[in-house]
């Protein structure tokens, strides 16, 4: 076999999409943090204002002088263009995301690249392939056409569990959405208690990332993002 010759790795829209999603996530991190500087303390519910005990508050300053933070300065606001910034990212997320699930059902994509091979569907397999990210056991650049057992799962999870939940949360605290749909926040105990949520699944989400940059410094980052971008690979059936 040429061990020159490319082979496709990546279908044209999981690379249109990957790369749409890591601006919209990007901006979304921006803003996001913007946004929680306004108002660094979080609560259960309905109401959560200064005057309502919080359930914890970040060891930070705020963007507003009115919100007490135990700091004797008041960092410049920002909360315009992060709030308008956070929302449209969100909606580009949104779309992106949808498509990207309509066209990974339709072309088989998750059952083919995300779904665990038969062999690999036991606790067994799962303990060897958590044992071999635990010793950072570096994988061969020709053993990159494939997922292994915890990235499929990981992906998974963070596809159809983490993503939505976050979607729902975010959703959950915007008046215009739950007008129209009061259940959503209703179900979750309230604005506050969606808002605090969302907070959680998001640092969840942030930790996703740096591990899954973290094991593509560690597999070979080159390798792994050029299929993302060109589509093909070397060295791989």
């Known amino acids: 076999m040429d061990k020159n010759a490319r082979f496709q790795r990546h ?41 309502v005990t919080p359930a914890f508050t970040l060891p930070v300053p705020s963007s507003r002088g009115t919100v007490p933070t135990g700091y004797n300065f008041v960092l410049p606001d920002q909360n315009g263009w992060s709030l308008y910034l956070h929302f449209q990212s ?3 997320l949104l779309f992106t995301g949808l498509v990207y699930g309509v066209a990974g059902f339709a072309r088989s994509h998750f059952q083919r690249n995300l779904v665990p ?22 994988v061969s650049v020709n053993d990159a056409h494939s997922y292994n057992l915890l990235q499929r799962l990981s992906y998974l999870v963070m596809l159809f569990v983490l993503a939505p939940l976050i979607v729902w949360t975010g959703l959950a605290m915007a008046p215009g ?6 259940w959503s926040v209703s179900v979750l105990g309230g604005r506050q208690t969606a808002r605090t949520l969302h907070f959680f699944l998001t640092g969840a989400f942030v930790l996703f990332t740096l591990a899954h940059v973290g094991m593509l410094l560690l597999a070979g980052f080159r390798a792994r993002v050029q299929p993302m971008i060109t589509g093909t690979m070397k060295g791989a059936s």
């Open 177 to 182: 959405f739950t007008a129209v749909f009061p």
């Open 90 to 92: 969100a909606w580009l």
């Open 11 to 51: 279908a044209r829209f999981v690379r249109v999409t990957h790369w749409l999603s890591t601006i919209a996530i990007f901006a979304l991190m921006l803003s996001g943090g913007e946004v929680v500087l306004s108002h660094p303390r979080f609560y259960w519910g309905e109401i959560g204002n200064v005057n």
């Open 117 to 138: 091979v038969a062999g690999d569907r036991s606790f067994r397999a799962l303990g060897r392939s958590i044992a071999a990210h635990m010793r950072f056991q570096k």
